[in-house]
Structures are given as structure tokens and as C-alpha cells.
């Protein structure tokens, strides 16, 4: 399939999912990562959306699913472990309007869930097109391996950056020199170590500044 990627804000709106196994399981991680109101429906589900249910972080519905449950909806997953419900939920969905993605059967939705690598605002996927699942989890353990926690705090870093040299004088191709220059000095010396001091240096070292990258960003928004 030729897919076009797309990042959705949807934040606040209401995602369902039918089936609540380890693939409805997966998709319910992704989008609470994404702030969606999440809904499950589903027969039985796992020990962690049913703990999720308990906190509050989603609504699991323990029965079947029925017509009408994907009212409001903006996105539908459809991962029960049964072929006949998933294809009438992906039929409603169509009818509806509403963008479905099907686990079983990956052709018959309209969009599929590409694997997630995230680090902070720095969000690195990986599709095959629903043709092979296990080779994309191959490609994004990879990247795991690759960009490691650090990149949250260097992505924060690099955006105060970024609106700092927007907001000074000078010509916008030097600016957008300076920044490509002090990247290629510091990306290199990303250290390997998940010892926060060390990245923390090396962060403010981009900025020339003792703040923290949290701070460095708060200085870069306007006041209220």
C-alpha cells in the first residue's frame, strides 16, 4: 500500500479500540502517549487495560461490541480475535467517516499504526504497510538503540535554540547556519551513558547557558 504519514493532534478526543488483548493493548499505550480519551470494547481484556480502567485513564466497556459505540469517535481500532467483528466495526467506521485501523486484516482499514519510537517531542516511526509487523519492531528497536533518552532534553534544547536565533537580528540564512554548525559540533559528543549530569552539560553547552533545557524553553514564550 502507498500510505500517506500524517502526525494527528488529538489530543482530548475520543479514540476506540474493540478487543482488549495485547494489540488493542499496544494501541491503548500509544494513544494515552498521544492524550487521547480512550475507550475500549471488549469480551475480556488484559491485566494493564483493566488496571488503566481502575485509574481512570480509559473507559473499558467488558461486553460485545454493538452498533452506535463508535459515535464521536476519531480514530477505531479494530483488534478483537474475531475476523466477523472486526470487519463490522471497519464497515460502520467506513460508513461513519472515521479512520480504522484493522489488526487482522491490515488492507480492509484505512490507515495502519506504524511502530513508535518516542523522545519527548522527537517521534520516529516505522511502517511496512501492514506487510510485516515483526520487521518494522526490528527497525524501531534499532532506532531505540540509536536515540536514547537524551534526545528528549536535546530536542528541548535545540527548539529554545531555535526561537532564540528567530528573535534576533541578522539574516535568517545565517541563523540557520549558526544552527546546522553548532549541531554538527555537539551531536557527535552525545555520550553513550544514560547519566543525566553528563547530558545536561552538554546541553546547556549548546545554549552557553547554566539554565536547564526546561527553563531555556519557558525563556523562548511569550508572556501571557
Not at 482530548?12 to 499505550?29: D, E
Not at 520516529?124 to 510485516?132: D, E, H, I, N, Q
Request: charged content about 30%; hydrophobic content about 35%; glycine content about 8%.
Amino acid at each position: 500500500m502507498n500510505l500517506f504519514p500524517i502526525n494527528l493532534d488529538i489530543r482530548g478526543r475520543k479514540a476506540v479500540i474493540v478487543g482488549g488483548g495485547s494489540v488493542g493493548q499496544r494501541k491503548c499505550r500509544s494513544l494515552l502517549d498521544a492524550e487521547v480519551a480512550v475507550t475500549v470494547i471488549a469480551l475480556d481484556a488484559t491485566t494493564e487495560l483493566r488496571s488503566l480502567a481502575d485509574q481512570g485513564l480509559i473507559t473499558l466497556l467488558l461486553r460485545a461490541w454493538q452498533p452506535g459505540d463508535l459515535d464521536g469517535a476519531c480514530l477505531v481500532f479494530a483488534t478483537a480475535n474475531d475476523r466477523g467483528v472486526n470487519h463490522l466495526v471497519t464497515e460502520e467506521a467506513k460508513r461513519l467517516g472515521i479512520p480504522v485501523c484493522v489488526a487482522d486484516k491490515p488492507e480492509e482499514g484505512t490507515f495502519t499504526s506504524p511502530s513508535v519510537v518516542r523522545r519527548g517531542d522527537l517521534l520516529l516511526t516505522v511502517s511496512t504497510g501492514g506487510r510485516s509487523p515483526a520487521l518494522a519492531r526490528r527497525i524501531r528497536e534499532d532506532l531505540e538503540d540509536r536515540y536514547g533518552p537524551e534526545y528528549a532534553a536535546i530536542v528541548t534544547c535545540c527548539g529554545a535554540f531555535r526561537e532564540k536565533l528567530l528573535t534576533e537580528q541578522g539574516e535568517s540564512a545565517y541563523n540557520k547556519q549558526l544552527f546546522n554548525e553548532l549541531l554538527d559540533r555537539f551531536l557527535p559528543r552525545i555520550p553513550s551513558t544514560d547519566d543525566a549530569d553528563d547530558r545536561t552539560r552538554l546541553v546547556r553547552e549548546l545554549l552557553g547557558s547554566d539554565d536547564s533545557p526546561e527553563r531555556l524553553a519557558e525563556d523562548t514564550e511569550e508572556p501571557s
